[in-house]
């Protein structure tokens, strides 16, 4: 259906403040004759980062997720302001986040590697995540530079093996995470296969 | 952090339909000293299905979906109807959801096997996804049972190589199909690494 036709005939606001909106879209899809009524999130559009050390290690944060209840095991990642799509833009907002969250940062003649994107419930919210791979990451002189809205509460350096071990364990469980690692394994930048079967 | 003391304080409705629900929480989390404010929407769980047939292709349906304006590539899910927590219930309704939506079903002695669950972005959601391999699965006699509500345009059974590379070519770009992937693979269930580096 690429090429096909979308169109949004009306929309109205439920809801909004300055972390996400509600609307209520009457839309014409090209797959059907008639168009629907859908509520819908408008989000931000955020970064996740994937930091590689040198030996190959990964570096996750421990974050108190507020919606959930839990503190969990996960990549570091941030919001985009403004719905900036410029990709140099992005990329200094991940290698930012990168920086504020973990405390670490690329080391001399690092790269940061784009990794596409991907919608993280697209039932009912536009939100997306852009990824990136940071490699190699080294600490930062100074450390983390945590704002006062970060509710972290550890950071660590996990092996790929670590790291498939707490995918298969149901430790690692967010969106960010297990999208990242499935985009870095088909590409060959991280293995989370088992050794052996 | 385990263990800690979360105490949401209050709770402010600030929309609702049949779709979803936003409220604003004040909330006290076990790292913090003091309670904060946060806006959340509440969502149904999910099903999230990986059918795979009996020479090991997995099958991915082409929906159209709203919120992004595009059809997309993903594994067949729905919605877990009055946050319903029994493991059977919540089986029953994957199975269901692989007829409805790809017109396959688990063949004589197949397995439901349950591969964990997460939440598709915690930052402002409490949705979660409950994440099931069906193998082996066979065609149905009577093909789909699709709902009027669903968007269905195809439905197609791919090779483990594919997959793999329509996740390393920003072709599958949803949290559940990344994060059934990454599941899969970290379990030796699925292969999403490149032959050759």
Request: aromatic letters at 6%.
């Amino acid at each position: 259906m690429n090429g096909g036709h979308w169109e949004t005939i009306s929309s109205e606001q439920q809801f909004a403040d300055r972390n996400l909106e509600v609307v209520i879209d009457r839309v014409q899809t090209p797959g059907r004759p008639d168009p629907r009524s859908w509520t819908i999130v408008h989000r931000k559009p955020a970064v996740v980062i994937a930091a590689m050390t040198r030996d190959g290690k990964i570096i996750l944060i421990r974050q108190e997720r507020i919606p959930i209840e839990q503190a969990i095991w996960e990549m570091a990642s941030g919001q985009i302001d403004n719905h900036d799509t410029d990709p140099e833009n992005i990329k200094n907002v991940a290698l930012r986040e990168l920086r504020e969250e973990t405390g670490y940062e690329l080391a001399a003649r690092g790269e940061l590697v784009s990794l596409g994107y991907f919608f993280s419930s697209p039932g009912f919210t536009d939100e997306r995540g852009y990824f990136f791979l940071a490699r190699p990451v080294q600490p930062c002189a100074d450390g983390p530079d945590r704002e006062e809205g970060e509710s972290i509460l550890d950071c660590r350096a996990f092996t790929s093996e670590e790291i498939r071990r707490m995918i298969a364990e149901n430790e690692i469980r967010d969106a960010n995470t297990l999208g990242i690692c499935a985009r870095l394994a088909s590409r060959g930048l991280l293995s989370i296969a088992p050794h052996h079967e």
